[in-house]
């Protein structure tokens, strides 16, 4: 049995649908109507112990939603979900201790008051002993480098000590299941990459099973092994990171710097685009991998033109989230 | 176990405290300012009793200690009800999903995560000045059985307003927002409730003894302790009732909280 098991959760909400005007406000005052709208649609996963998983998908896909059922806040209209032997939403109190949940765009922190007093607050409402407190305290100020603004006011703090901040909050009473919502929403390049980096110490060390929600597909690149993605309620891809790059990876790109200005006439099922505005001498073929062998098309290019360099790249995992989010890749 | 409860009890008073603190001169005017405002009130009955001497034969004094009940139970209600108060807005912007995630009760994180000193000491600090002013001139002679009583009345009467504030509270999880009802069934029954109900049409009457209660937070105990002559309109056993009425209301009161918070939506992200 799975750490995580989720099966066939659909989650609706009610919405007052307004009509327009002045009269439609007056109807719905008396007469509301309403409309439900399915935000989870039959969504099952199952989550072993110590994965890193990236939970992705585009606004109103029902991910925020995914969350709160999986950490007790909402009821699933339909389904199971079963986390360490715990069903959160009926075992609320027992079940909270074992978990940690990072909300991104909400801080858990007292906001007048210096970092240290909201985590010694969270000390006493998780019953976490003195020993264990301080040993992670030390740890994670440590490997955040979080020593200078620990007792600074939170109102004061940056986004990205705030954020660093909210995850140690998150952390201390040493949860063994770890769900972050937009852990580097807003964070800086540096801040970005102290946040992975501790994640990912902590998936390793302590075997803290994550699972966590981004926009940003360098997190899940540099972090996350498994990847499911949800879209409209529903699960389109549920596997590895590199599983989803060979199933609809298929696009390939070609940079090529050339010797001098060319003009290169169209080829077949080949996008051309210019990386060099100036003078025209770096151009990025993009192709289907299935229409177009790629020994043809530097052949091609090889003994037609004058080539100084020339380089093949993967597709990025960005490009092709952002071709299922498209519909433009049909997913099974 | 009990220990732990009380533990995290005074960290959390700890913390608000801190919070009060962190701007002390902003602490200390805002107290005055919520003391000043609920005494206008006060300052315009004591004018007109100047001229008229006594309004339904309560006079000065008897109004003050009317009010005094009033402003005491207040006081000592918002200390632990605070968040019940707030509960719309906890809602609102997601924090109430928080408190769902930590290992603790739900009513107890609302009630002791937030404490309005300002109000506190502003409306409980009036109460104490008028209880002072005129409990020695309202011809109660103090004996421990009357303190005692009183004692008991201001617990009936924090827990009759702290039932009001958590039904009003309990019908955010369906309505969202319930401020407009705590004005028209909290607020506006409060004004009533500082002059002796007789003086009212029997309808208002009616809702302040059957409707919202105020008139077991201070009125009949007042007349357990003054005996005043528009007592007779009433049944004698009105003026024994208040403790029950509060434990009564707040037991329905938390009952309808735990039905209705599995109908609890997220707000949303």
Same mark, same amino acid.
């Given at each position: 049995m799975s750490l995580i098991e989720v099966n066939n959760i659909s989650k609706s909400y009610r919405i007052n649908k307004r009509p327009k005007g002045i009269p439609g406000m007056l109807a719905n005052l008396f007469v509301p109507k309403y409309e439900m709208r399915q935000a989870v649609k039959e969504v099952s996963f199952q989550i072993e112990k110590g994965d890193m998983v990236g939970f992705i998908g585009p606004n109103g896909a029902g991910k925020s939603t995914t969350i709160k059922m999986l950490s007790g806040i909402l009821y699933p209209d339909k389904g199971e979900i079963k986390v360490n032997g715990y069903v959160p939403y009926k075992q609320r109190k027992e079940y909270v201790g074992s978990i940690g949940v990072v909300f991104g765009q909400k801080?858990?922190?007292?906001?007048?008051?210096?970092v240290i007093d909201s985590f010694e607050l969270l000390k006493a409402i998780y019953r976490i002993p003195e020993e264990k407190y301080r040993k992670n305290l030390d740890r994670f100020v440590q490997m955040l480098d979080m020593g200078n603004f620990l007792?600074?006011?939170?109102?004061?703090?940056?986004l990205g000590q705030r954020m660093r901040a909210d995850i140690v909050a998150a952390l201390l009473h040493s949860p063994e299941i770890v769900f972050f919502?937009?852990?580097?929403?807003?964070?800086d390049v540096v801040g970005k990459e102290t946040i992975r980096n501790f994640i990912k110490e902590l998936n390793a060390e302590d075997e803290v099973t994550m699972l966590f929600t981004t926009h940003d597909m360098q997190d899940i690149e540099k972090v996350c092994e498994k990847l499911i993605v949800i879209d409209k309620g529903e699960k389109i891809y549920d596997g590895s990171l590199l599983g989803i790059r060979e199933k609809y990876g298929t696009t390939r790109q070609l940079d090529v710097e050339f010797a001098g200005i060319e003009h290169i006439a169209p080829i077949a099922n080949v996008e051309m685009v210019e990386?060099?505005?100036?003078?025209?001498?770096k151009k990025r073929f993009v192709f289907e991998n299935k229409q177009v062998q790629i020994n043809d098309l530097m052949n091609f290019l090889l003994q037609n033109y004058r080539v100084r360099d020339i380089s093949i790249s993967e597709p990025e995992i960005e490009g092709i989230i952002r071709k299922i989010y498209n519909g433009e890749v049909i997913t099974t | 176990m009990r220990n732990d409860t009380l533990n995290v009890i005074g960290v959390y008073t700890k913390t608000i405290m801190k919070a009060w603190f962190q701007y002390k001169v902003d602490a200390v005017l805002r107290s005055l300012a919520v003391f000043l405002r609920e005494a206008t009130g006060i300052i315009v009955i004591y004018f007109t009793l100047l001229k008229f001497d006594s309004l339904n034969g309560w006079n000065m004094y008897e109004m003050f200690f009317l009010f005094s009940l009033l402003f005491l139970t207040y006081g000592i209600m918002i200390l632990f009800f605070t968040g019940l108060r707030d509960f719309g807005r906890t809602v609102r912007d997601g924090s109430f999903d928080r408190f769902i995630l930590r290992p603790r009760g739900l009513l107890f994180q609302i009630i002791f995560v937030n404490a309005d000193w300002f109000a506190a000491i502003g409306h409980g600090g009036l109460g104490l000045v008028l209880f002072l002013i005129s409990a020695g001139k309202v011809g109660v002679s103090w004996n421990l059985g009357l303190a005692l009583y009183y004692i008991v009345t201001i617990l009936g009467g924090v827990l009759i307003q702290g039932a009001i504030f958590l039904f009003l509270a309990t019908l955010n999880i369906y309505l969202m927002e319930t401020n407009s009802l705590k004005e028209l069934f909290y607020w506006n029954m409060r004004k009533f409730a500082? !002059? &002796?109900?007789?003086?009212?049409?029997k309808s208002v009457q009616a809702l302040l003894i059957y409707?919202?209660?105020f008139a077991f937070v201070n009125y009949f105990p007042c007349q357990f302790l003054?005996?005043?002559?528009?007592?007779?309109? !009433? &049944?004698?056993?009105f003026m024994y009732m208040t403790p029950f009425i509060g434990v009564g209301m707040f037991a329905v009161a938390y009952l309808f909280w735990k039905y209705s918070i599995r109908f609890y939506k997220s707000s949303g992200n």
């Open positions: 801080s858990q922190l007292q906001w007048d008051l210096p007792q600074q006011p939170v109102r004061q703090l940056s919502d937009e852990p580097t929403i807003g964070v990386l060099d505005e100036l003078d025209g001498r | 500082g !002059y &002796p109900i007789s003086v009212f049409h409707v919202v209660p003054l005996r005043k002559e528009d007592m007779g309109q !009433y &049944p004698e056993i």
